[in-house]
């Protein structure tokens, strides 16, 4: 379990900005998130593209450290997207011959081509953890795509259904958190996004599919559902379509974003019994908010959910933002909770 955190810690859903030294930002703003391996995003050399990296990931951990947050993540910046470093590092997809799905705008996109049994070889996050703990004395958090969304993120050829796929997608997850918490890693962190964009199919198995990728799991985990990249998804719902279900979830926590949609809070009532990661820095802006704006977003919560049991959070991953904008952003949240601390403890 987490321990020694203050009163409504804070914390990246999950990714920060790539440096453009890095990652071809122009080409990464210019698409959706990749599904299969998008190398030509690097611009540094393939021989020195892992030494690169790990610079880079440096950058974001002390990033995160000197604007105050609480909960450290790695940024996932060895990742082209927030799914596709861990889902084609899988047995059983053609990663040379892409299929094609339809993404949650509509429109169709490279996908995982699953043309064999979805088996886990090998840890694929554990080394980036190591890593990760090596270099910060905070409390940390690692980040893992759902085996609903990665289900609904492929061509599926060698199974019946999407069901079956899921739920070897769940084994695969499943070993990835149990390696994770044994390696050392706080809090892990499973990215369900499709279950907001594909409600009826996650009534259906995709509920059943997270509870199997949790299922014996004893170290602290949280499930992220968003609307999308607000970079890539402009418009807001005013609510999620697939919420007060994961309630039924095993999960201790549960990260959602209020900031750009103006959420109604009340769905809060119906997920009593989790910690709730609630965004409140708006992604589709990159002015920075104050304070004192970021307080209040928090403050909205309150009615709903103790103090207790509230993170500080981004509405989603800070993948699309510029640097400056997301290093400010930080901060904002960071004096955000040092505001609200001092109100409650006052």
Not at 3 to 30: C, F, H, M, N
Not at 51 to 78: F, S, Y
Not at 218 to 243: D, K, N, Q, W
């Amino acid at each position: 379990m987490v321990t020694s955190l203050p009163l409504l810690p804070t914390s990246l859903v999950g990714s920060y900005a790539q440096p453009e030294w890095l990652i071809d930002r122009a080409k990464l703003a210019g698409r959706f998130p990749p599904r299969v391996r998008a190398k030509e995003l690097w611009r540094v050399a393939p021989e020195l593209l892992a030494q690169a990296q790990d610079d880079a990931t440096l950058l974001a951990i002390r990033a995160q450290e000197q604007a105050g947050l609480d909960i450290i993540t790695d940024g996932e910046i060895r990742r082209e997207s927030y799914s596709n470093h861990f889902a084609t590092a899988l047995e059983g997809v053609d990663l040379d011959n892409p299929g094609s799905a339809l993404d949650r705008s509509g429109h169709p996109n490279p996908v995982p081509r699953i043309t064999g049994a979805i088996r886990r070889p090998a840890a694929v996050e554990v080394e980036d953890l190591k890593f990760l703990k090596a270099n910060t004395d905070h409390t940390v958090k690692m980040t893992v795509p759902g085996p609903f969304t990665m289900s609904q993120q492929a061509q599926i050829e060698h199974y019946e259904d999407p069901e079956a796929a899921a739920m070897d997608y769940a084994v695969a997850v499943n070993a990835e958190i149990r390696d994770l918490h044994a390696a050392g890693a706080d809090i892990v962190q499973i990215d369900e996004p499709y279950m907001q964009a594909r409600p009826d199919a996650a009534r259906a198995y995709g509920l059943a599919a997270l509870n199997a990728a949790l299922d014996g799991v004893t170290g602290t985990t949280a499930v992220h559902i968003c609307f999308g990249y607000a970079a890539i998804i402009h418009e807001r719902p005013s609510g999620y379509s697939f919420l007060p279900e994961l309630a039924d979830c095993s999960t201790d926590q549960i990260s959602i974003e209020t900031a750009q949609s103006g959420l109604d809070l009340g769905v809060l009532a119906d997920l009593a019994d989790k910690t709730i990661l609630l965004g409140v820095i708006n992604l589709s802006d990159t002015s920075v908010e104050p304070a004192d704006i970021v307080a209040d977003r928090v403050r909205r919560a309150f009615p709903f959910k103790g103090p207790e049991s509230l993170v500080i959070a981004t509405d989603c991953g800070m993948k699309y933002l510029p640097r400056e904008s997301a290093e400010g952003k930080m901060r904002a949240m960071a004096e955000a909770a040092a505001l609200l601390r001092a109100e409650l403890n006052g």
